[in-house]
């Protein structure tokens, strides 16, 4: 089941971007970065089928992706573009327009992020120039985020030549949240907080943090710059629901600790779920 699942993910993300994608973004005349961008540039001057020209620029890139990183990275990645590209003819018919084209982005953001998410959390791409900045990565250095921004300006400003300044600016607006969405899709939301607690009575902290909150504790051996003096340092990961009663027991028992407490994502052990 677990090595289903992930297959299972990339095709319901697959969909549900398709479905964003048809009823807010092509229904109100919008764009995209990456292929999708080119490929609905040519749907609105020449109406070529998008999930058909985003199959076929992807093969070449697929090919290269093959070569370069091997069967295990392309197979979902090939799951992923041809999921898109077909679930993207059949759901043509679902297109909404809306009156606000503002409305239209955010909206078309939000849906075509969440699929993403969901395709990239489960170890999946959908081609592109997700491939195209892993190779430029690999030979020349450059990071993925750099290189795929960079290609979606220059899409957008094709978008912007042919379609319009105006559709270009609503587009990035779509582009935006839909960014936003994935981080949060891939990330979800930090219900945990790393604490580290550093104090003259740690053993007394530690015992009470393990009798009242029940959580467990790690002691680490710090060594203060300015006293020159050997620390011992409690690292706790707790709920956030947690950390207030976690910091009223740490000064009860020491006003002079020093606590620093940090957002931590992907848990996963006794008392936490992934």
């Not at 992930?6 to 764009?31: D, H, R, T």
């Not at 998410?117 to 170890?123: A, D, Q």
């Not at 409690?234 to 940090?262: G, M, T």
Request: glycine share 12%; hydrophobic share 50%.
């Amino acid at each position: 089941m677990k090595r289903i699942l992930p297959y299972f993910l990339i095709l319901l993300g697959s969909f549900i971007y398709a479905v964003g994608l048809n009823a807010f973004i092509i229904g109100n005349g919008l764009a995209e970065g990456g292929f999708v961008g080119i490929s609905l540039v040519l749907y609105y001057k020449f109406h070529v089928i998008v999930g058909l020209s985003f199959f076929v620029f992807n093969i070449p890139v697929l090919l290269l992706g093959w070569k370069f990183f091997g069967r295990h990275f392309i197979v979902k990645t090939v799951l992923g573009v041809v999921a898109v590209s077909v679930f993207s003819i059949l759901t043509t018919h679902f297109g909404q327009h809306v009156h606000d084209r503002l409305l239209a982005a955010l909206y078309g953001g939000v849906i075509c992020g969440a699929g993403l998410g969901l395709i990239f959390r489960s170890g999946g791409t959908t081609g592109g120039t997700d491939i195209l900045a892993r190779i430029v990565g690999h030979f020349w250095g450059h990071s993925m985020g750099k290189v795929m921004f960079a290609s979606d300006v220059l899409i957008i400003s094709l978008v912007a030549l042919v379609l319009g300044k105006e559709i270009a600016m609503y587009s990035l607006v779509a582009l935006f949240v839909a960014s936003r969405v994935i981080d949060f899709v891939i990330d979800g939301i930090s219900s945990s907080r790393a604490t580290m607690i550093i104090s003259e009575h740690a053993p007394a902290i530690a015992t009470r943090i393990h009798v009242e909150l029940g959580r467990g504790t790690t002691f680490l051996q710090g060594y203060g710059g300015y006293t020159e003096k050997a620390k011992q340092v409690i690292y706790c990961v707790v709920n956030r629901n947690e950390l207030v009663r976690l910091q009223a027991l740490v000064y009860e028992e020491d006003p002079l600790a020093f606590l620093v407490s940090n957002d931590v994502h992907d848990v996963l052990g006794e008392g936490f779920t992934f």
